[in-house]
């Protein structure tokens, strides 16, 4: 029989004309743009193999619970590719094979004996691989649901002012946002000898518990990777997100694109990854902060120690939106979002000072630094805040003392001098400020407004450098987080009253 097999591959197969490479996607080739749509509608087709007719155990019903990315290369531009079978994209079987058996690596001392004796059938001895034709992960193939995503390196940016060319394309099957029916996935599962129905319910559940605790896939230390009958219904905090939110595109007024929001776990990642560096920076050096953040955040050199995990549970639309803003549809903008979090227990002690950190400095993605607002007469929308639940009772110097205090320990275990006395250094937190809950605008919009022609460098702009400082306001007060100490003189000027450090008495 003649399989419907694609006739012609996607352009980035092709060869470059004097060039002995192919061509792959780089960002700005998939902004939605008609002279895109080649790119990134190239796995739109109907076609799709049928499913293997034998096998020992189906998994059905899978849904994606947080974006699984599939493919290789590096973080550079035009460096990642999805994993396809005959131009047809799909998480490879091997792919499956290989994180069941590094979740069994993981499990396997609390595995009873039984059960080992059932595994030690399929596994090497040494456990370093699968014993030759004994079992089988069928491919699944992804149809309609593949999509190229960018991934931006936000550490250089963010915490040091440097520009970063580590961009990246990543294609991935992500979450549909709530509540709409997402779709359905089926894994399968073939063992060449009978198994029992012991057996095959010790493979269901081990396959399960994989995909939905460990993940597969790059980025599973992230959080990407998940796949599960349905969302978690527990999680160790709660964030509740309003404001601008995370964008896989910018809004493009000239070409009239509007921005398409989701979640991804990069972010959350993202964000406790700069808060650690920055408050590492005040007891080590910037190498040392950076190696430290690397060896518990991951590097391309290092593998993570801590995994985070985060699902979008639900979007709660605001009743009163208004009218739409030139940059953002006022329903996203005012919607809030419930995005349940969870991270290695040996880290909770961390993430939990951390995250709570974040959300009473500034907000989450972009904009994170300012609230949510509106301005230029009501035409333009930025900012982001964020709640949590639960939240620490801790005052502000508590949290940062307390993570100070477990990155002086993490600091030990790689042989890390720390710095006696902590320091204020630039990408640091540097100090807080606290004022009336209006005090802030006075400086986004008046010290920091573009039309100032004599605005400080530490204002920054989207090209050269970010700002210095960070705005979250409250019902009775505001506060300034300051990165740059040439921000602390306007402050002062301007009323503010620092909050820590705080003086000795």
């Not at 904009?367 to 009772?393: D, I």
């Not at 030990?412 to 807080?432: H, K, M, N």
Request: proline residues 8%.
């Amino acid at each position: 029989m003649n399989l419907p097999l694609p006739t012609s591959l996607p352009r980035w197969y092709t060869v470059k004309e004097n060039e002995e490479k192919g061509w792959t996607p780089e960002t700005d080739d998939i902004v939605d743009k008609p002279e895109n749509r080649e790119i990134t509608q190239a796995w739109n087709g109907s076609f799709c193999p049928p499913e293997a007719s034998q096998f020992t155990l189906r998994l059905n019903n899978l849904q994606v619970i947080s974006p699984v990315q599939v493919g290789g290369g590096s973080f550079r531009e035009g460096h990642i590719l999805p994993a396809q079978f005959g131009g047809i994209p799909c998480i490879p079987g091997s792919s499956i094979r290989g994180a069941l058996l590094k979740w069994m690596r993981r499990i396997w001392s609390d595995l009873p004996p039984d059960e080992q004796a059932f595994w030690n059938k399929l596994i090497e001895g040494d456990r370093s691989g699968w014993q030759p034709r004994q079992i089988r992960f069928e491919s699944l193939f992804l149809k309609k649901h593949l999509k190229p995503f960018p991934l931006y390196a936000q550490q250089s940016w963010q915490v040091f002012d440097t520009r970063s060319n580590q961009l990246g394309v990543q294609w991935q099957v992500s979450p549909v946002l709530p509540p709409t029916s997402p779709p359905k996935f089926s894994i399968q599962v073939l063992l060449s000898q009978e198994a029992t129905e012991s057996e095959k319910s010790w493979l269901r559940n081990r396959l399960e518990e994989m995909l939905k605790e460990q993940g597969l896939g790059r980025g599973t230390a992230s959080g990407f990777g998940r796949m599960a009958r349905s969302l978690p219904l527990t999680a160790t905090w709660e964030i509740a997100l309003t404001g601008t939110k995370p964008a896989i595109q910018q809004q493009d007024n000239k070409e009239n694109i509007v921005g398409k929001y989701r979640w991804s776990p990069q972010v959350l990642r993202a964000t406790l990854r700069g808060y650690f560096t920055r408050v590492a920076l005040s007891l080590l050096s910037r190498n040392d902060a950076e190696t430290l953040t690397s060896k518990i955040f991951g590097g391309l050199n290092s593998p993570a120690r801590l995994t985070l995990t985060s699902y979008l549970t639900q979007c709660q639309r605001s009743p009163t939106a208004g009218t739409n803003y030139a940059n953002i549809p006022a329903k996203d903008a005012h919607s809030t979002w419930i995005i349940r979090a969870d991270c290695t227990p040996e880290f909770q002690d961390l993430i939990d000072p951390l995250l709570n950190i974040a959300s009473r400095i500034g907000g989450l993605g972009p904009g994170w630094r300012r609230p949510p607002h509106s301005f230029r007469n009501n035409s333009l929308f930025r900012g982001s805040e964020f709640t949590l639940t639960p939240k620490s009772e801790d005052s502000i110097d508590g949290l940062i003392e307390g993570v100070r205090s477990r990155i002086r320990r993490l600091a030990a275990e790689y042989d890390l001098r720390t710095f006696q006395q902590p320091r204020s250094v630039l990408g640091g937190i540097v100090s807080i400020w606290q004022g009336k809950p209006d005090a802030w605008e006075a400086i986004v919009h008046g010290v920091c407004s573009t039309q100032n022609n004599s605005k400080p460098d530490w204002c920054g702009n989207s090209k050269t450098r970010p700002s210095g400082y960070a705005v979250r306001k409250y019902e009775d007060c505001c506060w300034i987080t300051v990165f740059d100490a040439g921000v602390e003189n306007t402050l002062e000027d301007r009323g503010f009253r620092k909050i820590w450090p705080r003086s000795p008495q």
